[in-house]
């Protein structure tokens, strides 16, 4: 093992590179991305000795953790709408209560038992386990793509349990310090919650009136919601120690659910800022682990997750859900998903420094906790995805066109698309052809262009692929702006026929591939706008030589630009007129 740790510039930018290393290769294995960052971060700490940081950090080391914390439940908040969550409210009520309750009691016992703990740190561990996240929840959703209601309630419970989890820790680490009775502690929860809800939707509020005033300038959004997540965090921590989680949560919270101000450009500036903040965490818990220690504590932490998977969790589900309209499947799958977290090795480093200051012994809390945090993880990842095909609660899989504009061509192209058993959308600006398309019966989205319906919608479809044949500009923006993100940029293709060069701008972020290759394809693309060439179905052995290949129609609809998937038993091509 090396013992020379760099310097602390350049520990952070080996904590950025690699971090966001992991993050790029994660989806790529369809894995996790804690699966890459763990191990990352023990590679580079205790094996390697590049990392250490508690000596290259220092005091601000765990409030730094504890910032990063609230920025990633501020993330999660603006993800959460009432209006999405629908009648199963009551689930995610009672799982973040009463499942919650069952989890803490059965996994402190197990704890107790297993690692021969004193009760107090049992119970200390059993509240460290509660947590899940939505830093490993929300990418076994993208993997398992479970129906909306399932998605929803485990996206609730996977925020809204993190704070709750933590006060509750923070309570149990209290009885531990200093003997609190359990009045004291009911009080503290209730403190600690309540002061974070104040706070956090107080300052939501505040934040909405002065977007909605326009009191901030547009460039100062991002900056200034930011800084009211961080202001919000601190505060709440002032008036009551750790409520700035629950306050960053419910300032989240109150943002996505208000009306007086659009908050989707604050949650896309915070998405990606998160991601940063999730790598740097894994990475920098990582290589603060006890190598030694967690190898010791494996075995008994095994025994641990099982008892969380097979007895914990059903329990927990099942008096969760009782009496509600989910179906056994979707219950089902609800057990499934209960991974744990970043919350859960922040909150236990945090605690474990805390009660070595008091001069105790606090035992292998940090071990047995990023034992459970990878155990459940690896079970989990690998198991939502068939449990989700085998429950029958997985969504279809994404094979839908949106296609931007809606002219007499562009609607021969749907046709054709549609009769190959393509669904297609069309999206316009203009009233005129909106009538059009309906009467030749092609769905037409028909509301506002630039809110969140063009997201929800394009999910319920399942597009995949967004064709860019308008060159009306706010059309496109419109568009693009909403389904970009959704689909990736790598999926968004349009018809550069104007220019002759590869791609469209599209707004500041977003620039759209070409759906042709060469300039040649581009001329003959504008005659068929001008009238010339037709769309036809064909046999990859009835391709004439001038067929410019559009699309492969099976499996995944694939313009001709991106060749290699081009493929299939049926071809969309362009033949000119004979």
């Given amino acids: 093992m090396l013992t020379t740790a760099v310097s602390t510039t350049s520990a952070v930018a080996v904590i950025v590179v690699v971090g966001v290393a992991c993050l790029w290769l994660a989806p790529k294995l369809k894995i996790p991305s804690i699966l890459l960052l763990l191990p990352a971060g023990i590679l580079a700490g205790p094996i390697l000795g590049v990392l250490n940081p508690d000596e290259q950090f220092g005091d601000v080391l765990f409030p730094l953790v504890s910032l990063g914390v609230g920025i990633l439940l501020f993330e999660g908040g603006l993800g959460l709408r009432f209006d999405k969550v629908g009648g199963v409210q009551g689930v995610v009520g009672r799982l973040v209560s009463v499942g919650a309750f069952i989890t803490w009691v059965i996994a402190g016992l197990t704890a107790w038992q297993l690692f021969e703990l004193r009760r107090a740190t049992a119970a200390l561990v059993g509240a460290l386990l509660v947590v899940s996240g939505p830093t490993v929840v929300q990418p076994l959703l993208r993997l398992a793509k479970p129906r909306p209601s399932v998605a929803e309630i485990l996206r609730w419970e996977g925020i809204v349990i993190d704070p709750i989890g933590a006060t509750l820790a923070v309570v149990v680490l209290d009885a531990l310090l200093e003997g609190a009775s359990p009045e004291r502690a009911a009080l503290s929860i209730a403190l600690t919650l309540g002061t974070g809800a104040v706070v956090g939707g107080g300052l939501g509020v505040a934040l909405a009136w002065a977007l909605g005033n326009h009191w901030i300038p547009d460039h100062l959004h991002n900056p200034v919601a930011l800084a009211t997540a961080i202001g919000s965090f601190a505060l709440a921590d002032i008036v009551a120690p750790e409520a700035g989680l629950m306050a960053t949560t419910a300032l989240g919270l109150v943002l996505a659910n208000q009306r007086r101000a659009p908050s989707r450009h604050i949650r896309e500036f915070e998405e990606e800022l998160s991601l940063l903040v999730l790598g740097g965490l894994f990475m920098i818990l990582g290589a603060r682990v006890d190598l030694d220690e967690l190898v010791d504590v494996l075995p008994k932490a095994i025994w641990l997750t099982l008892v969380l998977i097979v007895v914990a969790r059903p329990l927990a589900v099942a008096a969760s859900t009782f009496g509600s309209a989910l179906t ?111 009467q030749r019966a092609l769905l ?72 042709f290759r060469t300039s040649e394809e581009d001329i003959l693309a504008a005659r068929l706008a001008r009238g010339r060439g037709s769309f036809r179905r064909v046999d990859p052995s009835a391709r004439r030589v001038n067929d410019l290949v559009v699309a492969g129609l099976s499996g995944d609809v694939a313009p001709s630009a991106d060749f290699d998937r081009v493929t299939g038993d049926q071809l969309l091509v362009l033949r000119d007129s004979d």
């Fill in 328 to 438: 056994i499947p979707e219950r089902a799958m609800l057990v499934f998903v209960a991974p744990r977290g970043i919350v859960a090795a922040a909150v236990s480093a945090v605690f474990a420094l805390e009660i070595e200051h008091q001069g105790l012994d606090p035992g292998p809390i940090v071990s047995i906790t990023f034992s459970v945090i990878v155990l459940t993880v690896i079970f989990y990842g690998f198991s939502a995805v068939p449990a989700a095909r085998l429950l029958k609660v997985a969504r279809p899989p994404q094979r839908a066109v949106a296609i931007v504009g809606a002219e007499p061509w562009h609607l021969k192209l749907a046709e054709q698309l549609q009769d190959a058993g393509v669904p297609i959308m069309l999206f316009t600006d203009q009233v005129l052809e909106r009538d059009q398309a309906q």
């Fill in 444 to 515: 037409v989205f028909g509301g506002e262009l630039q809110n969140e319906d063009v997201e929800e919608a394009a999910e319920a479809l399942g597009i995949r692929t967004v064709l860019v044949l308008s060159d009306r500009t706010e059309l496109v923006t419109a568009v693009v702006s909403s389904l970009g993100p959704l689909v990736g940029r790598a999926n968004v293709y349009s018809l550069g026929v104007s220019s002759g060069v590869e791609g469209v701008g599209v707004g500041s972020t977003m620039v759209a591939r070409s759906v």
